[in-house]
């Protein structure tokens, strides 16, 4: 399992081996197909103009390759604005999620205090219950709390999740107790302890954790649609959805492109983090 | 609902600012940003002391947001509803009844067929806004390819339905797509959905069921596809606009979508009156302004609906997009038979000659959902079309006696 | 909560310092504080958020909620409809259809987490490929799936150019209700494969490799190597994958709604889909909350069934 390749491969070709490796590839070549095709296609769709963009069969590739959809999109809605705002959401929903998931793990694994097995109970039993209605009861509370409109309206109720305060508790857990009474021997308190020695030896769950709410959050469309108010507020999932069904026009180019754009920056920040990202996870599930 | 979250929530209440308007429109940012705007501008300016927040809102979601603003006494003032989800609402008691609450002299700007598709018991409970009759785009390559005379299209609907038979026959795609709407399909063929007090179904009649026969037969001579019994208009028009199908049957706001996304179909896109039934009724999409019941300010809120719904101010947005107004004066303006040559002009003047023709024939949400399935089931051959209008006839009046 | 065990091992244990406390009860006091601290904000975030409406949400379903009218107790009303209301349990139905396929297939993403577990060129790529549906949005879902199942879409198109059917005769992927369930499921999975991948992956990783060396020492092949050395480590994520995927399967929503709302005839409607058409679509929202209760015990007693499931070893049988 998991063999780097031996020096010798490197020297004496063993068509045997040959053969598996091509056999691995060509199945993985299959599943990348399935998975990013859908995508491939939007990302072609994106790039055609005319006739092109809704040619039955479709056209593979597109040709002429054609950025007027991109330029249309670009110019009809304030798109920097709209990254800006997802940009924001997003930010403050992964710190939230972190700060919050790093602290209540912490105590739920190392601290023995009174409550701490019915709150951790608590959290992990809503998995299981239903939620969808409780944007209703949701938006009461943030009218109560005059944060309707506000950024801080929609990151607060997506401020934690449970599968991470879950994966940040099980991170901590696997740290050995002797670094503990090391610190402790040196007269670190409480804080120290978890800030200077606890949380960068659960680094990698915080970025599996980073990862998992960047995505939340960048795509989140029902929450902020109900909260904002003001167009220049809106993040870019739901200002796109405007064009997908129009009642007075539908663009099929610009409406690819749009998503396209949606997409790119999730796509590039799990290309750089995915190393991590596993790491994080494989630290945490361990049972 | 409200009251009583909120004593649950029971935490200090906000304080509404008595001169602020909420409106919210459907997916019409961005591409008419500057229309909407110059009309708040103007109603504020009008109006000292009055500003309007102005939300556009896509479709996903919309029900949510409606529905959470109101239970949390964050209602909007003024909203743009389509009729079924505005019906809906007025089911539940969320609407100003505006035969009470607006001025003859507001409600008689609007044509009296549109009012009466926004009504319940007599009261109407929307001003409509923008309508978009439906006229039938058809593709002329495809009539020529299928052997067909590309100058006379289907005056009647069940000569279309053949012609679409031909069609797929001779290409292999799509004749005509979509299908009218049931619920205004049973309309079209002289039924009524609900009985006049709207608290029964009428929709159990031999007429009934041979109007749902048609779309059965239809689906069996392989007329239409299978596909067609999910009446999906959005489809239809990607299919149209990519050379898959020959006729369109929707409003002419997307004739733009076959400009831009289909530019060979619209070198070759022919437009005419909507293909006849026996009652000449025409589908009709009506886009509504309702002012929620619990607007904090329900006259001024009425005001501004019945501002962005006037003469002038329709006129100006049918100039931007191959919509039809609703009122009286506008609809007359010389505009809408002006212009012979684009395609656009060619539609506005058949939407200008079939006032007073085309009909919203919407129901509720609830009551349309019953409908549609009941023509799916019969047109998929899960059920005959007497059995399938037989059950949804039971279901609909338990949902209206609940 | 039916989540993977918390670690039993030694230094997971609480804090307890033995060396010379000065009093033990102060020093629990000062644990009780300290835990509290970290605890608050999500503890108050969650109360607030996820837990108050979840509990308020049950006496609603007792009441006749209206949009206007002042709420009006109605007892078990809601739930006799429920036990006769057709619609009701053709989306229980379908949701449990989904319950019955989903989880099981989620497991195959093991392969690919396989494959995927060695050092050679490439890998990395091939990952963030499989993730990319993960990250996509519901938007981008709706489009394309859509248009690739559409009666002239891409599949058809395919079908039909090697002759497995007429082009007249398309397979209604998203029109036909025999059929159209089963595409929706299709797209839950490929969403999910990358997600439940980069799981396994990480439990892959875990592993240590000495295991696997000994094993090929005893002459055991790849194939054996996998199934009696590997999966059977596995099996913490094997757990918390099962729980994942059954819970969303019970609570599917969003591409149920975007690409079908549920039809046709009523053929993908499930729970969630149904409970959301009642509560804001028909604006019923005292039936929509007895939905959701009903929902949330089949849930609850799922979750719980995967939990004794596997704790029982029934991992020998995937």
């Known amino acids: 399992m998991a063999a780097p390749p031996s020096p010798q491969y490197a020297r004496r070709f063993n068509p045997r081996r040959f053969a598996v490796m091509l056999l691995l590839y060509a199945l993985l070549v299959v599943f990348a197909v399935v998975a990013v095709g859908p995508f491939l296609w939007l990302l072609s769709t994106s790039l055609k103009s005319g006739q092109d963009i809704l040619s039955y069969p479709p056209k593979l590739l597109p040709n002429p390759l054609s950025f007027e959809s991109y330029v249309d999109v670009w110019r009809a809605q304030n798109m920097p604005r709209f990254l800006l705002n997802t940009t924001l959401i997003t930010f403050w929903g992964v710190l939230a999620n972190l700060a919050l998931s790093a602290t209540a793990g912490y105590a739920l694994a190392r601290i023995r205090f009174p409550g701490r097995d019915i709150v951790f109970f608590l959290i992990v039993s809503t998995l299981v219950l239903p939620n969808t209605l409780n944007i209703v009861v949701n938006f009461i509370t943030l009218v109560e709390l005059n944060l309707v409109n506000t950024f801080t309206g929609v990151v607060l109720p997506n401020a934690i999740t449970v599968f991470n305060v879950f994966l940040l508790r099980q991170a901590f857990l696997t740290i050995p107790r002797e670094l503990e009474d090391a610190a402790r021997m040196d007269g670190a308190n409480e804080f120290v302890l978890w800030w200077r020695v606890m949380l960068p030896l659960v680094k990698p769950a915080l970025l599996t954790v980073t990862i998992l709410e960047f995505v939340a959050m960048w795509n989140l469309y029902q929450w902020p649609l109900i909260v904002l108010n003001d167009t220049d507020k809106f993040p870019l999932s739901v200002a796109i959805a405007r064009l997908t069904v129009g009642e007075l026009s539908l663009d099929f180019g610009n409406i690819a492109a749009a998503t396209v754009i949606s997409m790119i920056p999730v796509i590039l920040i799990f290309l750089v983090l995915q190393r991590y990202f596993i790491e994080g996870l494989a630290g945490s599930v361990k049972g | 609902m409200k009251r009583t979250l909120l004593a649950l929530v029971a935490l200090s209440a906000p304080l509404a600012l008595a001169q602020e308007l909420e409106m919210w429109t459907l997916a019409l940012s961005p591409t008419f940003d500057d229309y909407i705007n110059g009309l708040v501008a103007e109603f504020e300016e009008t109006h000292s002391g009055v500003t309007v927040n102005w939300v556009d809102l896509p479709d996903g979601g919309f029900p949510d947001r409606f529905f959470a603003s109101i239970a949390a006494g964050q209602a909007p003032d003024v909203v743009n509803l389509n009729t079924s989800r505005m019906l809906q609402a007025q089911a539940e008691g969320a609407l100003v009844n505006l035969s009470e609450q607006a001025t003859e002299e507001q409600l008689s700007i609007y044509f009296e067929n549109l009012l009466e598709s926004s009504s319940v018991g007599g009261d109407v409970y929307a001003f409509p806004w923008y309508q978009a009759p439906t006229v039938l785009m058809y593709n002329k390559a495809l009539f020529e390819q299928a052997g067909l005379d590309p100058e006379t299209p289907a005056e009647t609907y069940e000569a279309a339905l053949e012609m679409a038979g031909t069609i797929r026959e001779a290409t292999l795609l799509e004749g005509i797509a979509p299908l009218p709407f049931p619920e205004d399909w049973l309309v079209q063929n002289g039924v009524s959905v609900l009985d006049e007090e709207g608290t029964e179904a009428a929709f159990n009649t031999p007429e009934a069921v041979a109007a749902l026969q048609v779309y059965v037969d239809a689906v069996e001579n392989r007329a239409v596809s299978r596909e067609a019994a999910n009446f999906d208009y959005e489809k239809a028009i990607r299919d149209f606009a990519g050379g898959q199908s020959a006729m369109l049957v929707t409003g002419p706001q997307f004739i733009r979508t076959v400009e831009s996304d289909g530019p060979e179909v619209y070198a070759n896109l022919g437009i005419a009156p909507y293909p006849q039934t026996e009652t000449g009724i025409i589908p009709n999409a009506i886009q509504n302004m309702v002012v929620p019941a619990a607007s904090d300010n329900i006259d001024l809120a009425i005001e501004l609906a019945n501002f962005m719904t006037n003469d002038a101010n329709q006129l100006a947005f049918a100039k931007l997009v191959p919509i039809f107004p609703s009122t009286k004066e506008a609809a007359q303006d010389p505009y809408f038979c002006s212009d012979q040559e684009s395609l656009e002009g060619q539609a506005r003047c058949i939407q200008a000659n079939s006032v007073g023709r085309g009909f919203d024939n919407q129901v509720r949400q609830d009551v349309k959902d019953e409908i549609r399935k009941a023509f799916a089931e019969a047109m998929l051959g899960q059920k005959g079309a007497e059995q399938a209008l037989a059950d949804a006839e039971t279901t609909v009046n338990q949902i209206l006696s609940r | ?318």
């Open chain 3, 1 to 318: 909560m039916a989540l993977p065990p918390s670690q039993p091992v030694a230094e997971g244990r609480p804090v307890q310092r033995d060396h010379a406390a000065p009093s033990r009860k102060a020093q629990r006091r000062q644990h009780a504080l300290v835990g509290w601290l970290f605890v608050l904000p999500t503890v108050l975030i969650f109360s607030v958020f996820t837990i108050f409406p979840i509990l308020l949400s049950v006496p609603l379903a007792f009441f006749n909620i209206s949009l206007q009218l002042e709420p009006t107790f109605v007892g078990l009303t809601h739930f006799k409809r429920l036990a006769n209301d057709a619609n009701f349990w053709n989306a229980m139905k379908n949701s449990l259809l989904y319950l019955a396929v989903v989880p099981p297939l989620q497991v195959l993403s093991i392969t690919l987490a396989v494959l995927l577990n060695r050092k050679l060129p490439g890998t990395g790529v091939f990952r963030t490929m499989y993730y990319i549906p993960v990250v996509t949005s519901m938007v981008a879902v709706a489009i394309t799936w859509k248009w690739l199942y559409q009666d002239r879409g891409l599949l058809n198109g395919f079908l039909a150019s090697v002759g497995a059917i007429h082009p007249l005769e398309p397979v209604g992927f998203l029109s036909d209700p025999r059929v159209a369930l089963w595409a929706v499921m299709a797209v839950t999975m490929w969403k999910g494969l990358g997600y439940y991948m980069v799981i396994y992956l990480a439990g892959l990783q875990s592993v240590p490799a000495e295991l696997g060396e000994a094993a090929e020492i005893d002459g055991a092949n790849t194939f054996q190597k996998l199934w009696f050395v590997t999966i059977p480590l596995l099996k913490p994520y094997v757990l918390l994958c099962s729980l994942l995927s059954t819970i969303a399967a019970l609570r599917v929503f969003d591409e149920v709604w975007v690409m079908t709302r549920g039809g046709p005839i009523d053929s993908t409607m499930v729970a969630n889909a149904y409970l959301y058409k009642t509560g804001f679509e028909q604006l019923d929202f005292g039936y929509a909350a007895a939905v959701g209760l009903a929902l949330g015990v089949v849930v609850l007693v799922a979750s719980v069934g995967v939990f004794i499931f596997n704790r029982r070893g029934g991992l020998n049988y995937y």
